[in-house]
C-alpha cells in the first residue's frame, strides 16, 4: 500500500510539473484519477506476484520477479505509441513525454519501499 501511495503521488506530482513546464494540457485524456488508480492496482499487482514468487521459488523467485516487472514496465511503453489523439489537441507530440515516465512510477515505488517491508534475508553475492 505504501508503494502505491507513492507511484500514485510521484505521478500526479509529475502531471503538474510536466504540464506546467511545457504549456500543454492532456487531462482529457490522461486524467490524474486514472492515472492513481492504474498506479495503485499496478502495485498492488506486482507485490502479488511477488508474494507468489516468493513462496513457489524462494530466494530465486525474487530475481525473477523483478526481472519480469522491469520487462513489463518496459513493454507497457509501447502502447503509448499506439494511441490515437484527438485532433483538437494542442502538441499531441509531448504526450509521450507525459505518459511513459509514469509507467515506471509504480516499479521504481515497488522497488524502493520493498526492502522496508521484505522480511526475507537476501545474502550478497
Known sequence: LTGAVLASFACVVYDMVYSNAMYV????????????????????????????????????GLGIANLV???LSFGSIV???AIK???????PEMFAGLAIPMHFFPLLA????L???NRTKVSAV
Do not use: T
Not at 492532456?26 to 516468493?54: D, E, R, T
Not at 489523439?85 to 502538441?91: F, H, K, M, N, T
Not at 515497488?110 to 519501499?113: A, D, E, I, P, T
Open 25 to 60: 494540457d492532456f487531462s482529457s485524456v490522461l486524467s490524474i484519477p486514472s492515472a492513481i488508480i492504474a498506479s495503485c492496482v499496478s502495485v498492488l499487482l506486482m507485490n502479488l506476484g511477488y508474494l507468489i514468487m516468493q513462496k513457489r521459488l524462494g530466494q530465486i
Open 69 to 71: 516487472y522491469c520487462i
Open 79 to 81: 502502447g503509448i505509441f
Open 85 to 91: 489523439l484527438p485532433l483538437e489537441l494542442e502538441s
Open 110 to 113: 515497488f522497488l524502493s519501499v
Open 115 to 117: 526492502p522496508f517491508f
